[in-house]
Nanobody, 120 residues
Framework: QGQLVESGGGLVQAGSSLTLACEAS????????MGWFRQAPGKEREFLAA??????LFGDSAEGRFTISRDNAKNTVYLQMNSLKPSDTAVYYC???????????????WGQGTQVTVSS
């Protein structure tokens, strides 16, 4: 079964940039749609971005500030986040799906999440 491991989270100041990484094992990124989601305390999990080949989808919170990319040689997908705000504080998850979708129910494999905290 596919496994995903996120890294790169941490504590940053508002206005900073941060890049999260998600390394896959027993799963080939190029054969899957890779997505990023986040969940803030007391809120539902929110779609951020998805990547299929060279096509991308973005959620409202990510549009214009976040980018998603993939390194097939490293079997790793990235989420670059710019102009971070305190409201971006959440646990960030990567996930893999056979469908090019914003819906978390379409994603079959999930990482354990990495915490991002943005201080004001």
């Amino acid at each position: 079964q596919g496994q995903l491991v996120e890294s790169g989270g941490g504590l940053v100041q508002a206005g900073s940039s941060l890049t999260l990484a998600c390394e896959a094992s027993e799963l080939t990124l190029s054969n899957n749609v890779m997505g990023w989601f986040r969940q803030a305390p007391g809120k539902e999990r929110e779609f951020l971005a998805a990547l299929r080949w060279d096509s991308r989808l973005f959620g409202d919170s990510a549009e214009g500030r976040f980018t998603i990319s993939r390194d097939n040689a490293k079997n790793t997908v990235y989420l670059q986040m710019n102009s971070l705000k305190p409201s971006d504080t959440a646990v960030y998850y990567c996930a893999a799906s056979p469908h090019f979708s914003r819906s978390q129910s379409d994603y079959r494999y999930w990482g354990q999440g990495t915490q991002v905290t943005v201080s004001s």
